[in-house]
């Protein structure tokens, strides 16, 4: 089953028309549209419909590349909902599958397509929605459970500053190796919950930024404040990687099956610790090491078999490779190109509340040994994993002024 979402915009804003998009990635499928609304007699005194005169609503469904028949189904069921009117226009195509499915929509389908840029997709619709709805319902909040995440991983932070001056190491004149001094580490932990306690942003404070999308790869692009826009980086490791790994690793058949294995999963059973390596002779760097702080990734599957391990911790460290990879790709270009706002989408994040919740406690730990990592002000966008196709559908529908 798809799902199904809708975020709703300020009609004046658009073309009054139906309208349809898709955004075919690598992985999945993602459709927005337009469709006829029924027009509703307005009683009296009936305030509640004065918001429905005003706003417009963009539906959103999401369907893997393996259900794609469904994904057509389903456009052409709305499209059927919305009579003639939708002719007016073509059904506007982005994603690596734009070119790919061309024929199917046209022949099949019996619809004019047009394929548009992704990147300029994603930077339309991103910009028009900080613009044009709510802040808080433009990003999405932490969840309880990584917001208690990122607590527990301050304050270990803050636990090891206070080892390494109670343990007198800096006085006894030990090499802590190229660690930052204690009391760097302790600005840095405040400068990022300060940084990320914000919640009045204006449109103007959002830029320039890294809109990073997290989908089947990354891609990291860089938006100035007059919205040109230029590729800076990826990685081909990200959602289609962990994907393929997963499956090999733990057999799972589906995104959902993998994510409910890393969600139950426990990473520390795979991955070395602090608490594997420490001395504890209390003389060196190495025994004020956190305890539950990752060192080697899989590091504890060196000359073991696969069965020695359960497919849930096996799916959990795997996420949190991917991840930490995510992260520092993410924070040494923030770096290299002094930018200190990075918003996240894409249907990696987007579903999957264990990758928000692991990546925001990458960040906390990379702000313990990163001055400029303390200062990254990261947020996920909601819908982010839509703002290929809702680019694709503005590109047909958006009047000339509704968006700087």
């Known amino acids: 089953m798809a799902d199904l979402e809708f975020i709703e915009i300020p009609k004046a804003l658009v073309q009054d028309r139906p309208a349809f998009s898709f955004d075919i990635g690598g992985t999945c499928a993602k459709l927005a549209y337009i469709k006829a609304e029924p027009t509703c007699r307005v009683e009296e005194g009936d305030h509640s419909s004065g918001k429905a005169n005003q706003t417009v609503k963009i539906h959103l469904s999401l369907y893997t590349r393996d259900d794609l028949d469904r994904a057509f189904d389903h456009l052409q069921k709305s499209m059927s909902e919305s009579g003639d009117e939708w002719r007016k226009g073509v059904v506007t195509t982005t994603g690596i599958g734009g070119h790919q499915f061309k024929t199917k929509l046209s022949e099949e389908i019996g619809v004019q397509t047009k394929n548009v840029n992704e990147m300029s997709c994603f930077v339309q619709a991103f910009r028009f929605l900080c613009q044009n709805i709510p802040h808080e319902q433009l990003l999405m909040a932490p969840s309880e459970q990584g917001a208690e995440l990122m607590s527990r ?22 090499d802590l190796g190229g660690f930052p001094d204690p009391e760097e580490i302790s600005g840095a932990l405040e400068t990022m919950q300060a940084v990320n306690d914000k919640t009045e942003v204006t449109f103007e404070d ?16 860089l938006i100035e404040k007059d919205g040109s826009f230029k590729i800076v980086d990826g990685t081909n490791k990200c959602g289609r990687t962990f994907l393929g790994l997963g499956s090999l690793l733990t057999g799972a058949k589906s995104f959902e099956e993998l994510i409910d294995l890393a969600n139950k999963g426990d990473s520390t059973a795979v991955d070395t610790m602090g608490s594997d390596l420490t001395t504890g002779q209390g003389n060196d760097m190495y025994s004020v090491i956190p305890q539950d702080m990752m060192v080697f990734s899989f590091g504890k599957a060196y000359k073991q078999d696969i069965e020695s391990f359960n497919k849930k911790d096996l799916a959990r460290a795997l996420l949190n490779i991917i ?71 503005l590109q047909t529908i958006q009047k000339s002024d509704g968006s700087k």
């Not at 960040?363 to 694709?392: N, P």
């Open 323 to 393: 991840a930490m990879d995510f992260v520092q790709v993410v924070a040494l270009n923030a770096e290299v190109h002094n930018v200190q706002k990075v918003y996240m989408c894409g249907n990696f994040v987007n579903k999957a509340e264990v990758m928000r919740d692991e990546i925001s406690k990458i960040f906390v730990q990379r702000s313990g040994f990163s001055v400029w990592c303390s200062k990254i002000e990261y947020k996920f966008v909601q819908h982010g994993g839509f703002l290929g196709a809702i680019g694709a559908l």
């Open 153 to 174: 991983m301050r304050q270990q932070l803050h636990d090891f500053v206070e080892t390494l001056n109670s343990a007198d190491l800096i006085k006894k004149e030990v």
């Open 206 to 221: 959002m830029f320039p930024c890294f809109l990073v999308i997290v989908g089947s790869a990354e891609g990291i692009l």
